[in-house]
């Protein structure tokens, strides 16, 4: 962590002031001392180990809380250049975007595997398709965000928050674009990545709980019109050979047809309640997108008059 924070810049064209703040997840190593040297303005403490995208998630509360105008995300390994945060934030200080993500140069990255890589470019496929975005390179976690794009983001994934949010960005109809980022060495292996099966594993996860949290209609529906088509070309097939005089012969085609039209049905239905959840779940969003904007204007107006005191 020291070399990444040794990295940091304390001034960024477009802004008046640039604060660090760290997130200590959990850890039992020096990571508290560590930030405290080298000036680390802000340091928020899990008591335990929460995971990647809890931590993320802490990390934009607590910049919103302190006001932040825009937040700046990335890691502690020194994976990203941090030379390239002007180049990451321009687009939100031009108004252009919302949110900003780096796209690393994953083809010549030589400390990724072909399997990684291949990975990579499937989670960015699926994210495009789920979320209506042109994001080369979803699990870039170099990223910036704007104070209203950071209020309107809720992450439910465990994990990783990286392919959630931009999902989320697409579906609220946020301006977010990408920008070419550069990479340093690899220092160490990643930790969020124990191993190329959990890291498949993990990801295939992820993609699939995408599509459920995001495009329920779409995924339920899909499988639901598929089985109930099925079973209803084996009723067609069966229909036709009884008329022939052959259908006592098929009986297993009528049963196997009855089950697959009933399977199908009842994904259909579940389909609609899916629906039904995804909209209460985005009127939960807004309503926590609202009251996170309400805090951060209390918090401004009390800093105000603390200042006029």
Not at 101 to 115: K, M, Q
Not at 186 to 203: E, F, G, M
Not at 293 to 298: A, P, T
């Amino acid at each position: 962590m020291s070399i990444a924070l040794s990295a940091l810049p304390r001034k960024v064209g477009g802004f008046d002031i640039v604060e660090w703040l760290v997130i200590d997840d959990g850890s039992i190593d020096e990571t508290v001392a560590v930030a405290r040297a080298y000036g680390v303005d802000h340091v928020v403490r899990h008591a335990r180990n929460q995971g990647l995208a809890r931590a993320f998630m802490t990390g934009l509360d607590a910049c919103l809380h302190l006001g932040a105008d825009v937040i700046v995300n990335t890691d502690a390994d020194n994976q990203y250049c941090a030379d390239d945060i002007p180049a990451l934030v321009q687009p939100i200080l031009e108004q252009r975007a919302e949110i900003v993500v780096g796209a690393r140069p994953i083809e010549t990255i030589a400390h990724f595997s072909p399997l990684k890589k291949a990975l990579q470019k499937l989670g960015s496929w699926v994210v495009r398709f789920a979320s209506n975005t042109d994001i080369p390179d979803a699990p870039s976690g170099f990223r910036a965000m704007s104070r209203s794009a950071a209020q309107r983001l809720m992450v439910f994934n465990d994990y990783t928050y990286t392919l959630e949010t931009i999902i989320q960005a697409g579906q609220k109809n946020m301006a977010i674009v990408s920008v070419p980022v550069r990479v340093n060495d690899d220092l160490r292996p990643s930790r969020l990545v124990k191993s190329i099966p959990s890291y498949i594993k993990r990801s295939i996860v992820t993609i699939v709980r995408i599509f459920i949290i995001y495009r329920p209609f779409r995924f339920f529906g899909t499988i639901g019109i598929t089985l109930f088509g099925f079973g209803f070309l084996l009723g067609l097939r069966f229909l036709w050979l009884y008329l022939e005089g052959q259908g006592s012969g098929h009986v297993q085609s009528l049963i196997l047809a009855a089950l697959l039209m009933g399977m199908g049905f009842q994904a259909i239905l579940i389909a609609f309640i899916a629906d039904l959840l995804a909209a209460n779940r985005k009127l939960t969003e807004d309503i926590r997108s609202r009251q996170i904007e309400d805090r951060v204007h209390l918090t401004g107006s009390n800093i105000s008059r603390n200042s006029d005191k």
